[in-house]
């Protein structure tokens, strides 16, 4: 084997000087785009004969073979397996077991799976593409060596890509978590939300043109129900941070149902209506008839938490109302109602400005929804679910990789997915047991339910749990 990949390199090597040679030194770009081309190719050259040397090798290997029951079948049946640098062309032999099975032994010994055309570092690459510009845009990357449907199977057949929380070193006294939702088109004429929450630990303002979050981690809960997308959320932000010296954690959002559920599980929360959204509802109500005039007033009674005098002002305007704009004042004294003290705590606290906003329109809709796109329900879950694993810092690997999937194993992860992700469940069966010392008294939250509106009904167990942990902290005199 060292002899002919030897020679290999050598004819590598003598390629190379040739090319600077004809091509010169004086065009930079264009030499080192030929040589580029010539290693590429060398080198499968060098792998080709390396597998080569291996399969004769296992030929040569009869009395080993023997034992193990192994005879040829056929010789030096081709095979094209594309990789990062470009078709690796190699010919192995096909061996019979006495049982009556097949192997292509070499393909198993370097690793190569039965039906897998790509190889998988090049999968990873063109996925990692695919989390920030189309399909064929990453198709393109490759050098025209996949199609941009590949890239899509590819995406769909991955496996699912997750942030693992490391405790963070330093724990400050207020936590800001921002929640939203993007909107997104599906196929057949459907439509979808994609819940995000973004956990930071404020906002760096010293750059007065641009502020920006500190410490940001990235969550979405396609595809997840309510219920265990709210546990997973608040079993990482407890497994990042010791929640014993968190005094309080401020949630900006828009008064959503699944967004107040997380209030629930978060010790000391303070809901902070968000500031893009508050603007939205004032201005819907300062354009009815009449009611301009009454905007500084309205505004007053808000900061000075006079919920009485809001009232009366919006009576007023509403002597002013046809049908139609009554109804519409009737909604807009309703959202009001239901988040004034969010709203109270927007106008009068002292809070970083709003970026819920911002934050999907980058993380999300930049991908998802900006364009006239429209998804599949599993496409758009395994898009949202890689955008933000890209957001958080990570990088798909081969291991994230599968060839295909077979109909059950799409089920499978259709099914995992909706029960919220494994490893943050772990993390908070964890925090149960480090909170109650391994014992479970679970009688005591049978009768429990879900405060009446919130989305998922009966409180499971992690849930009931992990909202008496956040009652009780800090939790010195728990045993």
């Given at each position: 084997m060292k002899d002919i990949i030897t020679q290999t390199a050598c004819g590598l090597v003598e390629e190379i000087l040739k090319t600077i040679e004809k091509v010169g030194l004086s065009d930079l770009?264009?030499?080192?785009?030929?040589?580029?081309?010539?290693?590429?190719?060398?080198?499968?050259?060098?792998?080709?004969?390396?597998?080569?040397?291996?399969?004769?090798?296992?030929?040569?290997?009869?009395?080993?073979?023997?034992l193990d029951g192994l005879t040829v079948k056929e010789r030096n049946v081709p095979r094209v397996f594309t990789t990062a640098l470009g078709e690796l062309r190699f010919k192995r032999t096909y061996f019979s077991f006495k049982d009556?099975?097949?192997?292509?032994?070499?393909?198993?010994?370097?690793?190569?799976?039965?039906?897998?055309?790509?190889?998988?570092?090049?999968?990873?690459?063109?996925?990692?593409?695919?989390?920030?510009?189309?399909?064929?845009?990453?198709?393109?990357?490759?050098?025209?060596?996949?199609?941009?449907?590949?890239?899509?199977?590819?995406?769909?057949?991955?496996?699912?890509?997750?942030?693992?929380?490391?405790?963070?070193?330093?724990?400050?006294?207020?936590?800001?978590?921002?929640?939203?939702?993007?909107?997104?088109?599906?196929?057949?004429?459907?439509?979808?939300?994609?819940?995000?929450?973004?956990?930071?630990?404020?906002?760096?303002?010293?750059?007065?043109?641009?502020?920006?979050?500190?410490?940001?981690?990235h969550f979405q809960g396609f595809g997840m129900d309510n219920g265990a997308f709210i546990e997973n959320v608040t079993a990482a932000i407890y497994e990042r941070y010791d929640m014993d010296k968190v005094k309080n954690v401020y949630i900006h959002a828009d008064g959503g149902n699944w967004i107040t559920n997380l209030g629930t599980l978060m010790p000391n929360a303070v809901f902070v209506m968000d500031g893009f959204h508050l603007e939205k509802y004032f201005k819907k109500l300062f354009m009815l008839k009449g009611a301009s005039s009454y905007a500084g007033v309205i505004k007053k009674a808000v900061r000075e938490n006079d919920f009485d005098s809001f009232v009366r002002f919006c009576a007023s305007i509403g002597e002013k109302q046809d049908e139609k704009g009554e109804k519409a004042l009737s909604e807009l004294v309703n959202y009001f109602q239901n988040n004034w003290d969010s709203i109270v705590e927007r106008l009068t606290g002292d809070h970083p400005g709003s970026c819920t906003e911002p934050l999907v329109s980058h993380l999300l809709s930049e991908r998802l929804s900006r364009n006239p796109l429209a998804w599949t329900r599993e496409g758009l879950g395994k898009m949202a679910m890689l955008r933000i694993f890209t957001e958080n810092g990570g990088k798909v690997t081969p291991d994230h990789i599968r060839v295909s999937r077979s109909r059950k194993e799409r089920t499978k992860d259709h099914n995992a997915l909706k029960n919220g992700l494994e490893i943050y469940s772990k993390y908070a069966e964890k925090q149960i047991n480090e909170a109650f010392g391994g014992y479970h008294d679970w009688s005591v939250f049978e009768n429990e339910h879900a405060p009446a509106g919130l989305s998922y009904g009966k409180l499971t167990g992690t849930t009931a749990i992990l909202k008496a942990y956040a009652k009780l902290m800090p939790l010195d005199s728990v045993v």
């Open positions: 770009a264009k030499i080192v785009e030929k040589l580029s081309s010539v290693v590429k190719s060398g080198t499968l050259e060098i792998v080709s004969a390396a597998i080569g040397e291996i399969d004769n090798a296992v030929l040569a290997a009869k009395k080993e073979r023997k009556g099975r097949n192997i292509y032994l070499v393909d198993h010994l370097i690793g190569i799976e039965p039906n897998e055309r790509l190889s998988k570092e090049l999968c990873a690459e063109l996925v990692q593409y695919a989390a920030s510009m189309s399909m064929q845009k990453s198709a393109n990357v490759a050098g025209g060596l996949v199609s941009r449907q590949t890239v899509n199977n590819k995406l769909l057949s991955m496996k699912a890509p997750v942030t693992a929380m490391e405790r963070a070193k330093h724990t400050p006294s207020e936590l800001h978590v921002f929640a939203d939702e993007d909107h997104v088109h599906l196929r057949p004429r459907k439509s979808a939300f994609v819940p995000l929450v973004t956990v930071t630990e404020g906002m760096d303002t010293s750059d007065p043109k641009r502020h920006k979050t500190i410490n940001p981690v």
